[in-house]
Every structure is written in structure tokens, then in C-alpha cells.
T-cell receptor
Framework: DQQVKQNSPSLSVQEGRISILNCDYT??????FLWYKKYPAEGPTFLIS?????DKNEDGRFTVFLNKSAKHLSLHIVPSQPGDSAVYFC?????????????FGKGTLLTVNP | KAGVTQTPRYLIKTRGQQVTLSCSPI?????VSWYQQTPGQGLQFLFE???????NKGNFPGRFSGRQFSNSRSEMNVSTLELGDSALYLC????????????????FGQGTRLTVV
């Protein structure tokens, strides 16, 4: 069973507009969430994270929102730029665990058109 | 500082062979995790090592094994290769395997692309 789901395999937006990438999770024990960006032929790059004690975290053009009751998080990119075109992975982890294991969604391919 | 280094970048092997992949974590990082990425399954956790001990293991068969050396470098071995083992294998390093605060998240290498023919 997939504990972290990214239901949109792809998303296309115009440069300058907002990109919203969504992620749902089923395991209520998850209490730390991360977004990674991945370009072809490269490893994932950490983008932004959020602890379950918060509902929003912002870093420049990137904002992550967490809705614990709905077990849903989203990544907002404003304004979107062509260089943001990549696959975005949502991941979940257990903050208090002594082992480090990320559970990933299958990713969403974002294409930002000039 | 140098990032996570994985070698080799690309590898082609024949069914039935075995393969060893290498990962050098960021200096000072003691936790190394391995992931398999395939188009159908996404990124899946293989195992995690800390101080030369495997602490956590994903749902992969025993053909997948690993180890970690005293300098935190890690190797992953796959024996009796199958066509379905073709994937991008990613290594991630972190300070001690826990997300303590922002800035202690895992950093990934570029991966090793394994093709089994």
C-alpha cells in the first residue's frame, strides 16, 4: 500500500503563474514532511520541509502547507519559472524515530512554459 | 563542502551477475540510506546504515545487501541480478539519521544507473 500519494503525475503552468503540487498521506504517524526536486540524470535536491507542529513554512518562492486533519500537504511555487521544470517528490518521515527512512510519493512532473 | 558521491554513474550487467555500488557521504555525515528509483514504483527505501550497522531495512529480497565502513562510506551489493533490478540507485547521507531540525535533512547523490540485460 502506498502511504504517500501524489495523484497528479504531471502539471503544466505558465511562467509567472502559481504552481500547486499536492500530496496525500495515509499514515498518521508521519510528523515531518519534505519536498525534493529532481532533474533528469541528477539525484533529488532538498527543497523545503515542514514539521507537523506547523501548518505553513515559507522559503522564498516556495511555500508548503500542511493540513493534518486531511492528511494533505501542498507545495506552492510563486512565481513559477522555466527553471522550476522538474519532477517534484513529496516525502514523509518520523521525526522522533531513531532510524532515517523517507517514504516517497511517485512524483509530479512540473513543466513551466515560457 | 563536497556532496554525496556515488560510483559508478552507469553500469550494464547481465542477468545472474552481481554488482557492487559505492557511496561516499558528505564529510561528517554518519548515516547513509539507499533508495531504488523505477518509473513504476518511484523511490523506494532499501536500507539505512549508521556507524557500520544496518538500522532499518525496506521490503526488498535478501539479494540486496549493504555495508558501511568506519569512514562512513557505504557499499550496496545486488546478487543474482534480474531484469527488474534495472533502476536508478540513489544514496542519501545525513548527520545521524534523524531529522533534528531544518538543515539536517538527507542529501542525495546523483545515483548509479544500473541496466540489467
Amino acid at each position: 500500500d502506498q502511504q504517500v500519494k501524489q495523484n497528479s503525475p504531471s502539471l503544466s503552468v505558465q511562467e509567472g503563474r502559481i504552481s500547486i503540487l499536492n500530496c496525500d498521506y495515509t499514515n498518521s504517524m508521519f510528523d515531518y514532511f519534505l519536498w525534493y526536486k529532481k532533474y533528469p540524470a541528477e539525484g533529488p535536491t532538498f527543497l523545503i520541509s515542514i514539521s507537523s507542529i506547523k501548518d505553513k513554512n515559507e522559503d522564498g518562492r516556495f511555500t508548503v502547507f500542511l493540513n493534518k486533519s486531511a492528511k494533505h500537504l501542498s507545495l506552492h511555487i510563486v512565481p513559477s519559472q522555466p527553471g522550476d521544470s522538474a519532477v517534484y517528490f513529496c516525502a514523509a518521515s518520523l521525526l522522533r524515530g531513531s532510524n532515517y527512512k523517507l517514504t516517497f510519493g511517485k512524483g509530479t512532473l512540473l513543466t513551466v512554459n515560457p | 563542502k563536497a556532496g554525496v558521491t556515488q560510483t559508478p554513474r552507469y553500469l550494464i550487467k547481465t542477468r545472474g551477475q552481481q554488482v557492487t555500488l559505492s557511496c561516499s557521504p558528505i564529510s561528517g555525515h554518519r548515516s547513509v540510506s539507499w533508495y531504488q528509483q523505477t518509473p513504476g514504483q518511484g523511490l523506494q527505501f532499501l536500507f539505512e546504515y549508521f556507524s557500520e550497522t544496518q538500522r532499518n531495512k525496506g521490503n526488498f529480497p535478501g539479494r540486496f545487501s549493504g555495508r558501511q565502513f568506519s569512514n562512513s562510506r557505504s557499499e550496496m551489493n545486488v546478487s543474482t541480478l534480474e531484469l527488474g533490478d534495472s533502476a536508478l540507485y540513489l544514496c542519501a547521507s545525513s548527520l545521524d539519521g534523524r531529522v533534528l531540525r531544518v538543515g539536517t535533512e538527507a542529501f542525495f547523490g546523483q545515483g548509479t544507473r544500473l541496466t540489467v540485460v
